[in-house]
């Protein structure tokens, strides 16, 4: 049985809705474990950009998907998730990844903002096709803080519900401040 941890609901929903031939964009790369799951779900046929601004980030999913064997599909670049729409058109997006934070076992200071995220999300909505998926993986509380997530929540209830609908479950019965798993399907 799955223990369903943020990630892996994530990606239980997102592997309903994303076929071979698509295009997906982790726009924090991480340590490529995001990466790794768009690459298989897409394919030869598909295509994947990663996005992160920190050069270990990049190194470790760039070596990740070159041991998968899956270097083709996936391409890493360094640079802001604020800049997703210099390298893809609009509405040409069928599934963007957020994971808000830190690097695990990074760097606990270089951490997602709300401002940058917020810039972010905006951009990949319109990257977004009708149809596309978007999920957010908001982390709050011990290094974080709140300021991001509270951020995040009021600018994610502001969307407008005839353009989209916005999804926000909840670990209701776990205990310090668990992750926030949101999905936005574009209308």
């Keep these: 049985m799955k223990t369903y941890q943020i990630t892996q609901w994530c990606h239980h929903f997102i592997q309903q809705n994303i076929n071979a031939g698509d295009f997906c964009i982790d726009a924090t ?15 030869n046929s598909g295509k994947v950009l990663a996005f992160d601004i920190q050069q270990a980030a990049v190194d470790s999913t760039c070596a990740r998907l070159q041991t998968a064997g899956l270097s083709q599909i996936g391409k890493v670049i360094l640079d802001s998730h604020t800049h997703m729409k210099n390298y893809a058109d609009e ?24 401002d940058t995220s917020i810039e972010a999300i ?37 969307l407008d519900s005839r353009k989209y609908i916005v999804i926000l479950s909840s670990y209701y019965n776990r205990p310090n401040n668990p992750p926030i798993p949101v999905f936005i399907i574009k209308l």
């Excluded at 790369?29 to 394919?43: K, P, Q, S």
């Excluded at 709140?146 to 994610?156: K, S, V």
């Design 91 to 114: 509405q040409s997006v069928d599934c963007i990844m957020f994971n808000f934070g830190y690097l695990p076992g990074g760097d606990h200071a270089l951490a997602t903002r709300p």
């Design 29 to 43: 790369a991480g340590n490529g474990n995001d990466t790794e799951f768009l690459c298989r779900l897409v394919g």
């Design 122 to 158: 905006g951009q990949g909505l319109e990257l977004l096709k009708k149809g596309g998926l978007m999920s957010l993986c908001i982390y709050s509380g011990g290094d974080s803080g709140f300021e991001e997530r509270d951020a995040l929540l009021d600018y994610l209830k502001k």
